[in-house]
């Protein structure tokens, strides 16, 4: 059982460029979302999708894209990195229901320098 | 807005100690879930509970237990008998009841168990 699976676990970027950061969840899970943890600020929402097609901002959406394409895969698009994207990113998969949580990769360091 | 505050940043114990980490939360909505999460140094987030809005009820499992207090909007996590595996950082999040994907996070409290 894989679960959500992210992909670099650890990235050095340099300032200005560009990368994607990929989340796969096998778990057929309508809703994904990603979050950047930085310290003393807990877990931010970034970007959240709740289907295949359908994506809205979080918190704190600046310099990030996102698409769904497939209901399996939500990669986040750094589109200039910047040093205040330092951080570590999580994406989390979930679903509706009285009994729902959130299911989160291991999580993507990244670091701008 | 959706809020939470775990005003503890840090807590040291010794082993076997018992502690409690506050989490005070804030929602206009009348329907939500309340969380735990547990993040140990290695760094994955492991669920721990999650409470709905209209169960009241406190829980334990094992050394853990929950008191969820929607009078005082608090839903607090007490350790017994702690134990130096216990050491890490923990995160109260609230979700929307009707948008699945939003999750909010408190700034989360570090706990270190000494033995």
């Known amino acids: 059982n894989a679960g959500v699976t992210q992909t670099p676990k650890f990235q050095v970027l340099k300032t200005g460029q560009s990368m994607t950061l990929q989340c796969a969840q096998d778990?057929?899970?309508?809703?994904m979302s990603w979050y950047r943890q930085d310290p003393g600020m807990g877990l931010r929402l970034i970007h959240y999708?709740?289907?295949?097609?359908?994506?809205d901002q979080g918190e704190v959406p600046n310099g990030y894209n996102v698409s769904r394409s497939t209901t399996e895969d939500f990669p986040l698009r750094l589109l200039s990195a910047a040093p205040s994207q330092t951080s570590v990113y999580f994406c989390?998969?979930?679903?509706?229901?009285?009994?729902?949580?959130?299911?989160f990769g291991q999580g993507t360091r990244l670091t701008v320098v | 807005a959706q809020k939470v505050t775990q005003a503890q940043t840090e807590i040291s114990v010794v082993e076997k100690e018992d502690v409690t980490l506050d989490c005070v939360y804030e929602?206009?909505?009348?329907?939500?879930?309340l969380f735990w999460y547990k993040q140990p140094p290695s760094g994955e987030l492991v669920f721990l509970i999650r409470?709905?809005?209209?169960?009241?009820q406190n829980e334990i499992s094992g050394r853990y237990s929950w008191n969820f207090q929607k009078s005082t909007s608090s839903f607090n996590f007490t350790i017994t008998a702690s134990q130096v595996v216990d050491s890490a950082v923990y995160f109260c999040?609230?979700?929307?009841?009707?948008?699945?994907?939003?999750?909010?996070f408190g700034s989360g409290t570090k706990l270190n168990v000494k033995p």
């Open positions: 778990m057929n899970h309508e809703y």
């Open positions: 999708s709740v289907g295949a097609g359908i994506t």
């Open positions: 989390a998969s979930s679903y509706p229901g009285v009994n729902t949580e959130a299911f």
């Open positions: 929602t206009r909505d009348t329907t939500y879930y």
């Open positions: 409470r709905n809005s209209f169960d009241e």
């Open positions: 999040a609230l979700s929307e009841a009707y948008n699945f994907n939003k999750f909010y």
